[in-house]
């Protein structure tokens, strides 16, 4: 097993190398999937409930790296549009995706997953701090996507309001609980490499 961890290597790429094709559409199938389960954990909120969403998105960013991480957000919005019902409380379809209040979270996924995972990919996984701020960027492009398609729809103080202050402090514990997860995946799997030399 080769010990040394490539810069643009993330936590999941050290741990299931190689990764073939086969592996790469197994995982954006699979982390697809998380979202769309995430998504049915929720806090109901008018317009915008809370959900587990932003968590599994982040942590998919941070696992799969930018490739990988956008093109399982791009699985999950293509599987939510086509009628599953894989958004929040069971909705699908491509009018959920586009027309409702949720559309400028929704669509930030892709986004924020590859941010994420371009900083996974260039080390700030590694430790607490970094993943942290990490993730903390990528939520704010979350946040500042639906604030931005709330404030189309009903001026830009009250979306700041209902679309993102009341978010500010679940992302604060959901930031931290994925921080906390990855250096942690990565000192298991040092010590692991570390058991078999």
């Known amino acids: 097993m080769n010990t040394s961890y ?6 999941l790429g050290a741990w299931l190398a190689p990764m073939d094709g086969v592996r790469q559409i197994a995982l954006v ?14 806090i109901p909120l008018y317009p915008v409930p809370i959900t587990g969403q932003t ?6 960013g941070a696992l799969l790296g930018s490739r990988l991480g956008a093109l399982a957000m791009i699985a999950y919005l293509a599987e939510g549009a086509s009628g599953l019902p894989f958004f929040r409380e069971g909705n699908g379809g491509i009018a959920y995706l586009l027309f409702s209040p949720t559309s400028g979270y929704l669509l930030s ?5 590859f941010f994420v995972g371009l900083l996974a990919e260039r ?4 430790r607490f701090l970094t993943a942290a701020a990490a993730m903390a960027l990528g939520s704010i ?11 189309r729809l009903m001026g830009a103080t009250a979306a700041f309001h209902v679309g993102v202050e009341r978010f500010i402090i679940g992302d604060i514990i959901k930031i ?3 921080a906390a997860v990855l250096p942690t995946g990565w000192a298991i799997l040092r010590r692991k490499a570390s058991r078999e030399r």
């Open 123 to 126: 080390g700030w996984d590694k």
């Open 176 to 178: 931290a609980l994925a």
């Open 141 to 151: 492009v979350i946040l500042f996507c639906g604030w931005a398609w709330l404030a």
């Open 109 to 113: 996924y892709p986004l924020a997953a």
């Open 55 to 60: 968590f599994a998105v982040l942590l998919t």
């Open 29 to 42: 199938v699979a982390f697809s999937l998380l979202v769309a389960l995430s998504a049915q954990i929720t």
């Open 6 to 11: 490539a810069r643009t290597e993330t936590l």
